[in-house]
């Protein structure tokens, strides 16, 4: 039965939002995501639908928008449909800037929740670029932004940890721990306590986490499923002309040990076919969608079942746009391949040799 997209009276705050973003909100089920936004970022997301699908497999599914004072009558997969089916998306203008404040408006993007679906997922949010600001940012933003630059890991590495969630297990207690056993690591985490010296400490707190079960096997992994989506990630920025800045890099993964390592096995007695149908867990998209029409149920249907191993998306596009004739988006590419090395990092190996060449230096951005 279609899923009807929720009203305003049946919205609850999101809990999930690791990086302090104000407004954001979900349905009771925890299926959609919903944030407020400007024109800039419903174009952005209509535009990569239309022209650039290599690029949105690694947007969280687009649902529409909702208007935060009314009703809705359509169903999420009618408003899917919609989407889908506009060959030629009416051009939307770009005014609404932000400048680093709350939106204020009465329109939001419906997302599909990546975290959705997991027993517990652990949430890591990384804020890509060296530069922070759009090119019609206030001065004063630029140089607020620039300063944040300077004093963190986003002057040497192109990224910043803009904020994590991990589960600690069963039985975590502790000051630092929430009422459902996670530590949360907020958005002055990243400005104040990862620093050039110590940042890959951050991926291997958020990734290996043994009083959950998360030990060095399941960490690997994780680790190498992050890196052939980083891969593919770089492979499509560097083929795309755009320009996104203080967009950023969204991880998840089953923090629940026992649940993962049960994910991996059923996934590893997958028949052949489906297991490279699931294989992109992160993208939302797999190869069954390029199959007939008639098999699209059952498609459906083994998607709901399969559980959730990770989730790699690109999100926060309210300074993002496809900017045909200037050349790949290097300043987002220092933060990507910098990650990369982050998480070869988390699994011992020398990035050199692993990625083929030394990161530091394969993008300079001025």
Not at 96 to 101: A, I, Q, V, Y
Request: with cysteine.
């Amino acid at each position: 039965m279609a899923k009807p997209l929720p009203i305003c009276a049946d919205l609850i705050d999101c809990n999930y939002a690791v990086a302090g973003h104000d407004g954001t909100l979900s349905d009771v089920d925890g299926e959609l995501f919903i944030k407020p936004c400007t024109n800039t970022e419903i174009a952005f997301y209509n535009d990569s639908i239309a022209d650039h699908p290599d690029f949105y497999d690694f947007m969280p599914t687009f649902l529409g928008t909702l208007r935060l004072d009314e009703d809705q009558k359509k169903t999420i997969e009618e408003k899917r449909d919609e989407l889908i089916a506009q060959h030629s998306i009416p051009e939307v203008s770009y005014p609404g800037r932000t400048n680093g404040k709350r939106i204020v408006t009465n329109q939001a993007v419906v997302l599909e929740n990546a975290s959705h679906g997991f027993v517990k997922p652990n949430i890591l949010d990384v804020k890509l670029g060296v530069r922070l600001w759009a090119d019609d940012a206030h001065q004063d933003k630029k140089t607020r932004f620039d300063k944040v630059t300077e004093q963190t890991t986003h002057k040497e590495f192109g990224f910043r940890i803009a904020g994590m969630r991990v589960w600690q297990g069963p039985d975590a207690k502790g000051d630092d721990i929430d009422v459902d056993g996670y530590r949360i690591y907020n958005k002055d985490y990243g400005r104040f306590e990862v620093n050039n010296g110590n940042v890959h400490d951050a991926f291997t707190n958020f990734i290996f986490t043994e009083s959950a079960g998360i030990d060095k096997e399941l960490g690997q992994l994780i680790s190498q499923a992050f890196l052939t989506d980083l891969r593919r990630i770089q492979d499509v920025l560097e083929s795309q002309e755009s320009r996104m800045y203080s967009a950023s890099l969204l991880f998840v993964f089953e923090g629940d040990g026992k649940a993962l390592r049960a994910a991996m096995e059923e996934a590893s007695r997958t028949p052949p076919r489906t297991m490279i149908e699931h294989a992109s867990l992160s993208s939302g998209e797999t190869l069954s969608s390029f199959d007939d029409e008639e098999e699209e149920d059952e498609d459906d249907m083994a998607e709901e079942s399969f559980p959730k191993i990770y989730a790699l998306k690109v999100i926060d596009f309210a300074h993002a746009q496809w900017t045909p004739g200037l050349g790949p988006d290097k300043n987002a590419l220092v933060g990507e391949c910098s990650c990369r090395t982050g998480v070869v990092g988390v699994m011992g190996l020398d990035a050199g040799i692993y990625m083929g060449i030394a990161w530091t230096g394969a993008y300079i951005y001025t």
